[in-house]
Every structure is written in structure tokens, then in C-alpha cells.
């Protein structure tokens, strides 16, 4: 409907000036308006006082019937055109709050999309994320970000993380193709290879470093995990997609975010819980109380590596190396 539209219906008296009624007002004006005119400059007699009565009489009628007509059409109005208007817009309300809805249920309330450095904005909004969570559900490679924004906050959660098993040589086949990719063909597959074991190393020291900020850290190390990183908080999940070819160029590949109680909160959240309770999953826990020398056993178990205090020492310095050089180009707080 156009707005021409909407204002004759919403305007009694200018659809009144629309109408035959109007047009039939218009003529007994004129026809009254000319005989008082004529009988203006008419000799005094009974003609004269003929056409003052009719002009007279035809001015009575145009009043009268316009007042009438004025009242019956907003009377009219009232009675059909308000009550149609009414149901349009509770009908738009209701349809607006499917799109609402269905919004929530499926699409991403933020998208960042892939980048060579840390976006601080996405960086910011996780945070808040993480800030305003009692439990946190990560899903990737090594958990060393995780461990890095774990160290930069100053609350208390309950971790359950979920990482490549590097015991086995097809757990980081996922991650080792999409470094290729973004490599290109001078790439060594040998030293992409030794890295992600080192990034999966300094990640566990990373995560025992963390403790302090977790009531207990559940940490569970599966063969041939998803490719793409999730991250899963009280009331929103971040999936970077590390799956999407497009953004291999980039160190950084596209984020969604998605609100608690979207569709892919829960079958993220389900997916996360089936990973955990699978027959081939081992299962590690670190607390607070957790001594050097048993986080050495569990290092050991994960990785079928023998961490010496020197080794371990040096992981430190270099996860702390990661943290801070991380933390700076993506703006954290802590």
C-alpha cells in the first residue's frame, strides 16, 4: 500500500473530498454560493426571495450533509478500516518475531571473517564471552590460545578441553593440510610436522600453567579430531573454520558465533560430549593441586616423550613467549 494510500484511509475528511458524496457537496455549494450571489443583484420582489430561499436552503443542505458525512465516515473508519489495521500490524509483529526466532535458531549472530593478525574486536567479544561463563568447552589442536586467554583473566572456571592425540600420525593430518595450503609448495611437511607436535607440547605446559585460573581442567586427547576449532561458553560457541578452503591463505580462518540455544550451540555441545565419552578417548585431569611431578606422568601418557626440568623450562619460556606476543597483537585484557 502506498503512502498516498494509507493517508486517504487514514484521513476522513480527505477521502471525504474523493468521493461522489463530495463532489455532490461540492455542487450544492456552488449552487448555493451562486444563487445568494444572484440574488444579491436582483430588484427587490417575489423572484428575489425565490432564489435567496433556494440559495438558503441549498447552503442548510451542503452543511448539514457534510457534517453528516464527516461523522459516518470516521464512524466507518473506526468500525472497519482501524480494526483491519490493527490485525496487519499484530500479524507483522508476530511475523517479525518468527524471523527473530528463526535467526536466533540458525544463523551466526557474528561473523568475523579470516585475517593475517589477531582482530581485536573479535578478541574483545570472546573474551567478554569467557568473562561472563562459569564452564568452558574447547575443542582444537593444542589449546595453547586457550591457555593464553585462561592466564590474561582473573576468574575461575571449569575447563573440559578436548586435543589432538600426537601419538598418533593421523591426528594432525587435518591441520598439517591446511598449513600446506597456506604454505604453498616450497612448504616441508617434515617441519610443519615437528611444529604442530611442538605447538601440541608447549599447549599441555600451557594448560598446567592455567590451573590456578580452573576449579579442574578435564583434558581429553582423541584420535583424528574435527578440524575446526570450537570454543564453547555459557552462553555463546565460536566455530573457526579451518575447514573452509577460501580461508587458508590467512593464519586467522573465519569465526561464527552463535547464541546459547541456537541449533549449533546444541549440536556442538552434543558432538563436544560424544568426543569425551568415546571408547578410543583417554582422559587426563589437572587441578590446582596438581604437582610438577605429576604433570610430568601425565605429559608422559599424552605424549610418550619424557619431560626433563629443562625441557620443561624451556616450553614455559617459550609458551609465556607466545602469550605475551599473542596478548599484545590481539589486544587483551589482563
Known sequence: MTADAKGLRSNPLQELFWTRTGLLLLILVVVSGGSLALASVMDPGGGKTLVTSLGTGTMISA?????????????????????????????????????????????????????????????HLLMEDLHAT????????????????????????????????PKD????????????????????????????????????????????????????????????????????????????????PQLYPRTLRFSEGSFIYNMERAEFLRICRAR??????????????????IFHKITGATLSPKQFQDLEERFHGFRQEFSTAAELEG
Not at 600453567?209 to 578440524?227: M, N
Not at 582422559?283 to 610430568?296: A, K, M, N, V
Open 63 to 123: 452543511i448539514v450533509g457534510f457534517g453528516q458525512t464527516l461523522i459516518t465516515a470516521t464512524a466507518s473508519q473506526r468500525a472497519m478500516v482501524s480494526p483491519v489495521i490493527e490485525e496487519s500490524r499484530r500479524a507483522l509483529r508476530e511475523l517479525s518475531d518468527e524471523y527473530r526466532s528463526l535467526n536466533k535458531e540458525f544463523f551466526p549472530t557474528n561473523v568475523f571473517e579470516a585475517t593475517t593478525d589477531p582482530d581485536p574486536a573479535f578478541n
Open 280 to 297: 578410543t578417548a583417554r582422559h587426563f585431569l589437572i587441578t590446582p593441586d596438581t604437582t610438577r611431578e605429576e604433570f610430568s606422568a
Open 134 to 165: 562459569r564452564q568452558v568447552f574447547f575443542r582444537g589442536f593444542s589449546g595453547r590460545y586457550a591457555a593464553a586467554r585462561l592466564l590474561v583473566s582473573q576468574a575461575e572456571w571449569e575447563l573440559r578441553a578436548v586435543i589432538a592425540d
Open 169 to 248: 600420525a593421523t591426528t594432525i593430518s587435518g591441520r598439517a593440510r591446511y598449513l600446506l595450503r597456506r604454505a604453498g609448495a616450497e612448504a616441508d611437511a617434515e617441519a610443519i610436522s615437528r611444529r604442530l607436535h611442538d605447538e601440541i607440547w608447549m599447549g599441555l605446559v600451557g594448560l598446567y600453567l592455567a590451573r590456578s585460573r580452573c576449579t579442574r581442567a578435564d583434558i581429553t586427547v582423541v584420535t583424528d579430531p574435527p578440524v575446526d576449532r570450537m570454543e564453547m561458553f555459557d552462553e555463546s560457541v565460536w566455530i573457526t573454520l579451518y575447514s573452509d578452503v577460501g580461508g587458508a
